[in-house]
């Protein structure tokens, strides 16, 4: 059995918790949620219905229900008792896939930050620095580097084993 299929698993605070690393729509994100919220309650699922909780047209569903399977985030199968929605897609995104996410959107903030393109080379250490000391001290040492006017991995760097030492020697 797969994690998301324990009856303990709590969809709907999944697709919460990692929407930033989805890349959905809000419409899309929604119905997602509803989808869930309604496959937990073991309710019929209908066009009808879904019209009324998103309060749109048949249409925009079906355009939503397609981009959602067009990614690869959602099952469609038609059964006897009617339309079958299948978010297992949806809950399968590999942690490698929203590590890269993750990575991507420090390596934009980066840019920002640095007011510049990065490197093939900064981006990997970026990247190896996420993975050793987390991504919140990366974020922490980029506002320190601009503070101090130091826009380098550098700087960066030392700053994160700078903080990291203290906070050893205070334990």
């Known amino acids: 059995m797969k994690w998301y299929e324990e009856n303990y698993v709590d969809h709907v605070a999944w697709i919460v918790d990692h929407l930033e690393y989805l890349g959905l729509s809000y419409a899309e994100a929604l119905l997602c949620l509803v989808l869930a919220f309604f496959k937990e309650k073991n309710l019929n699922i209908t066009y ?13 569903i079906d355009k ?15 059964s006897k008792s009617g339309m079958e929605f299948d978010l297992s897609p949806l809950y399968e995104i590999s942690e490698k896939e929203m590590s890269s996410k993750k990575d991507e959107d420090l390596f ?23 993975k050793k000391y ?3 001290a990366l974020i922490v040492a980029l506002r320190a580097a601009q503070g101090h006017d130091k826009l380098n991995l550098t700087f960066v760097e030392r700053y994160i084993l700078n903080h990291e030492s203290k906070d050893k020697d205070d334990r």
């Open 64 to 78: 939503l229900l397609f981009g959602l399977k067009k990614r690869g985030y959602l099952g469609i199968s038609v």
């Open 108 to 130: 934009e903030m980066y840019e920002e930050g640095f007011k510049r393109p990065l490197s093939p080379n900064e981006m990997a250490k970026i990247s190896s620095l996420a």
């Open 48 to 60: 009808e219905l879904l019209g009324n909780k998103l309060d749109t047209s048949q249409d925009e």
């Open 134 to 136: 987390g991504q919140g």
